[in-house]
């Protein structure tokens, strides 16, 4: 039974950051890369980034660069995204996403099976 | 602002078939695989397809994508009342440094 399980929701006020968390069980983390996927009230799904644990390798979504750091730690790995200089904008629901198994190359590895229920970021002062 | 484009909506009627188009550059749909997800509000998005045309298991062959150039398609046959929601077609663009991407969305509605 594949689950991902992410921290709780939290609410943060303009120019600070949020750290959320996701880790697995019944699915290995490090060798497919995990992403950070959003979804702000009334809009789409937006790609905010990713870190293959395994090798260390992250992509970044051009808009978050840098203020968005993605980390991996401990085995099994827990991976953590971290979203600074937070704006009212950056209100959404923040989920973490990853392959489920298989063999892949490049952008083959980012269809993503299985998500976590997502966490709730409200950023208001 | 999303490099693939749909419509941002589509409807019929139960029984009918509804088909949503993505469309996007060589850069991303026209070099890698698309994938197509199902997001219904408060609950945690779904892969309806991937590598353009194949389904997960689990997922209904009332399901099927393809892809051409640089679009690609989903068709939902058989429209059942629990296929209205949202629907988003995505990609990796090769484009920079590289970066996955989702399409604008389609709602679908069945009336």
């Known amino acids: 039974q594949v689950q991902l399980v992410q921290s709780g929701a939290e609410v943060k006020k303009p120019g600070s950051s949020v750290k959320v968390s996701c880790r697995a069980s019944?699915?290995?983390?490090?060798?497919?890369?995990v992403n950070w996927v959003r979804q702000a009230p009334g809009q789409g799904l937006e790609w905010m980034g990713a870190i293959t644990p395994l090798s260390g390798a992250k992509n970044f979504a051009h808009k978050f660069q840098g203020r968005l750091t993605i980390t991996a730690d401990g085995s099994p790995a827990s991976i953590y995204m971290d979203l600074s200089s937070l704006t009212s904008e950056d209100t959404a629901i923040y989920f973490c996403?990853?392959?489920?198994?298989?063999?892949?190359?490049?952008?083959?590895?980012?269809?993503?099976?299985?998500w976590g229920p997502g966490t709730l970021v409200i950023v208001s002062s | 602002q999303s490099v693939l484009t749909q419509p941002p909506s589509a409807s019929g009627t139960p029984g009918q078939r509804v088909t949503i188009s993505c469309s996007g550059s060589n850069s991303n749909i026209g070099r890698n695989a698309v994938n197509w997800y199902q997001v219904i509000p408060g609950v945690a998005p779904r892969l309806l397809i991937y590598g353009s045309y194949q389904r997960p298991s689990g997922i209904p062959d009332r399901f099927s994508a393809s892809k051409s150039g640089t679009s690609a398609s989903l068709a939902i046959s058989g429209l059942q009342s629990d296929d209205e929601s949202d629907y988003y077609c995505a990609a990796w663009d090769d484009s920079l440094s590289g970066f996955y991407v989702f399409g604008t969305g389609t709602r679908v509605t069945v009336l």
């Open positions: 019944g699915v290995s983390f490090n060798t497919y890369p």
């Open positions: 996403a990853v392959k489920g198994g298989g063999h892949c190359i490049g952008g083959d590895c980012y269809s993503l099976d299985f």
